[in-house]
């Protein structure tokens, strides 16, 4: 038998979630090597990762009002990744924050036209 594949990876801003996962993960090797860092990364921990956990849970509940509502906790956990990103500029360096933070608003544009996509939907 095939293996069906989840529609959710067919969703460009699901993968630009898990591509910045990766990323992190990466990221926070530098930062634990500083007690300043590894205090950060435990926040981008929590809110790197909710941004593809929130659009997973919505998704999974249907199209329905929640998954925009769900989305738009993904875009606040993005908006807080900027945040902490600029934070860690000491310890990453200018090159790595403007790439992550120009990864980051990417997807939340993408959230944001999502989110008016399917609100729009719900009025028809």
């Known amino acids: 038998m095939a293996e069906r594949k989840d529609r959710l990876e067919d969703l460009e801003f699901y993968r ?3 591509q910045l996962w990766e990323l992190f993960w990466q990221d926070s090797e530098r930062l634990a090597k500083d007690f300043r860092g590894r205090e950060i ?5 929590r809110c790197i990762g909710s941004i593809a956990a929130n659009i997973e849970e919505g998704y999974g509940r249907g199209f329905g009002k929640e998954y925009p509502q769900f989305l738009r906790i993904a875009r606040g956990s993005a908006r807080e990744a900027r945040g902490w990103y600029q934070r860690t500029l000491p310890l990453l360096g200018e ?8 990864l980051l608003s ?3 544009g993408m ?3 999502a989110i008016h996509s399917l609100e729009r939907k719900h009025r028809r």
């Open 95 to 102: 090159e790595t924050v403007r790439e992550r933070d120009a």
């Open 41 to 45: 990364a435990r926040q981008m921990v």
């Open 16 to 18: 630009l979630a898990m």
């Open 111 to 113: 959230l944001t036209n």
């Open 106 to 108: 990417q997807l939340i």
